[in-house]
Nanobody
Framework: QVQLAESGGGSVQAGGSLKLSCVAS????????MAWYRQAPGKERESVSS???????IYADSVKGRFTISQDTAKNTVNLQMNSLKTEDTAVYYC?????????????????WGQGTQVTVSA
């Protein structure tokens, strides 16, 4: 089993910054690919950014140039630096991890989710 611990949410005024962090711990056989999703009230969960186990990053168009994702592969930790925040960034942010598990037949990758952390951006 793998547990994800998120931190760093909170309230900030538009134009401000926040940094989210997520640590994956447990029975992991290597480096997890990790990602951030968000869900605003009344909307579906959407992908914000992801970083693969080898460091390839992807960003949603809405956050490009403002958010930066990074990882510490040794600690299976992912950070999301959020700058120039807008009111429309207000949402619950969820960490997701695709972690490898060694099996007798090979490697199985399973997805895990954090509990979510609230980010509120006020005008």
């Amino acid at each position: 089993q793998v547990q994800l611990a998120e931190s760093g949410g909170g309230s900030v005024q538009a134009g401000g910054s926040l940094k989210l962090s997520c640590v994956a711990s447990g029975d992991i056989s290597g480096t997890c690919g990790m990602a951030w999703y968000r869900q605003a009230p009344g909307k579906e969960r959407e992908s914000v950014s992801s970083i693969s186990s080898v460091g390839t990053t992807i960003y949603a168009d809405s956050v490009k140039g403002r958010f930066t994702i990074s990882q510490d592969t040794a600690k299976n930790t992912v950070n999301l630096q959020m700058n120039s925040l807008k009111t429309e960034d207000t949402a619950v942010y969820y960490c997701a991890a695709d972690c490898p598990h060694a099996k007798w037949w090979g490697t199985k990758v399973s997805r895990y989710w954090g509990q979510g952390t609230q980010v509120t951006v006020s005008a």
